[in-house]
């Protein structure tokens, strides 16, 4: 497993634990359609939120948030919207947030509908 790999792990299982105290339920883990990812496919009350983790080991490279660029985005919509049609949910309530872990602190930043669809 490389640095990166390792890293992203990591950062997916404090980001899951973070929002499972918050009252999430997991879906699915790392969910692939169209040659793209969802790192975590949540339940949260009547709505299904799609979820990009970005772990960092420094903020010399900036905020998690700051690599969800609009391609990135764009990747995440066609899965979810695979994802979506595979499970009867077009017309229900889906969301998309931003979950960045900062691994030398632990510290866990969770941003609600961090772009729209």
């Not at 883990?29 to 949260?44: G, T």
């Not at 066609?78 to 979950?99: I, N, P, Q």
Request: hydrophobic share 40%; charged share 25%.
């Amino acid at each position: 497993m490389t640095e990166k790999t390792a890293r992203g792990a990591e950062g997916e299982k404090r980001a899951l634990l973070h929002l499972q105290k918050k009252g999430y339920e997991l879906l699915e883990r790392n969910y692939r359609a169209q040659r793209c990812e969802i790192d975590l496919v949540m339940q949260h009350g009547e709505t299904t939120v799609f979820v990009e983790v970005k772990a960092r080991s420094s903020t010399l490279f900036g905020l998690g948030r700051e690599a969800v660029t609009g391609k990135k985005q764009q990747n995440l919509i066609k899965a979810a919207t695979v994802y979506a049609a595979d499970h009867g949910l077009l017309e229900a309530s889906l969301r998309f947030d931003v979950v960045e872990v900062a691994l030398p602190s632990g510290k866990v930043t969770h941003i609600e509908n961090a772009f729209p669809a």
